[in-house]
């Protein structure tokens, strides 16, 4: 994970919890009872969507691995957005990649794409709006 990265993973992290800002402040926190989440997360990473995530960090921070913990999160992030990467193929655009990563983390790839191709459409890319990011898109 390089400083651009987990400079990205961090935001997107503090956008799921302002309250944390690092991994002192790391905590489990209760979902809403009408969230489709679960009952409980940590930063975005919810007991129903991501079990065996969410359980692994729990049990760092149960165990004081609050350190330990945070880079999880940050892990967790990079690896689940790592799409995104491959759609704009290269790092160049580093604000481009950190708007799309955040919204992959909280709506997945489909949506994401789709966002996306409107934005290249309204430059006149001409691309269907399925939110496939094929070779038009990456092009």
Request: with cysteine.
């Amino acid at each position: 994970m390089n400083t651009t990265e987990r400079t990205m993973a961090a935001a997107t992290l503090r956008l799921e919890d302002s309250r944390v800002t690092g991994p002192d402040s790391l905590r489990v926190s209760r979902l809403p009872a009408a969230d489709k989440g679960g009952k409980w997360e940590i930063c975005g990473i919810c007991d129903g969507i991501e079990p065996a995530a969410f359980n692994r960090l729990k049990a760092l921070l149960d165990a004081g691995k609050r350190e330990e913990a945070w880079e999880g999160c940050l892990q967790y992030v990079l690896d689940n957005t790592a799409a995104v990467r491959s759609w704009l193929g290269s790092d160049a655009y580093p604000g481009v990649e950190f708007i799309l990563r955040d919204h992959f983390f909280n709506s997945g790839s489909r949506n994401t794409g789709k966002i996306l191709q409107r934005a290249l459409n309204v430059h006149g890319a001409g691309l269907t709006v399925d939110g496939i990011p094929g070779k038009q898109t990456r092009q």
